[in-house]
């Protein structure tokens, strides 16, 4: 199960940095997508990582703002925030995905406020 973590109150144009630990599958063997869920919102879909780290890909919204990562020594994936807006404010689920097995983890609070 993945466990986010990171989050938390920042102000506008602040940086955060979540990680996304897992355990109890092989993480090296799965891809890894943010996620996001604003209040009153449907959940969408914010990086991918491909399982190795060597393709990343981006919702055109956050590009050039966030940055997805991994380091599969550590079974730990990361979403650095930067330039952290109001409308950036959410829940931020890691999701794993390998075939057809996948994990969620129970989302991390980012709010951005002065």
């Known amino acids: 199960q993945p466990v986010e973590s990171g989050g938390g109150l920042v102000q506008p144009g602040g940086s955060l940095r979540l990680s996304c630990k897992a355990s109890?599958?092989?993480?090296?063997?799965?891809?890894i997508k943010w996620y996001r869920q604003a209040p009153g919102l449907e959940r969408e879909w914010v990086a991918a990582s491909s399982s190795s780290g060597g393709f990343t890909n981006y919702a055109d919204l956050v590009k050039g703002q966030f940055t997805i990562s991994r380091d599969n020594a550590k079974n730990t994936a990361y979403l650095q925030m930067n330039s952290l807006k109001p409308g950036d404010t959410a829940v931020y689920y890691c999701?794993?995905?390998?075939?057809?097995?996948?994990?969620w983890g129970q989302g991390t609070q980012v709010t951005v406020s002065s």
């Open positions: 999701y794993a995905n390998y075939y057809t097995y996948d994990y």
């Open positions: 109890g599958f092989t993480f090296s063997s799965y891809s």
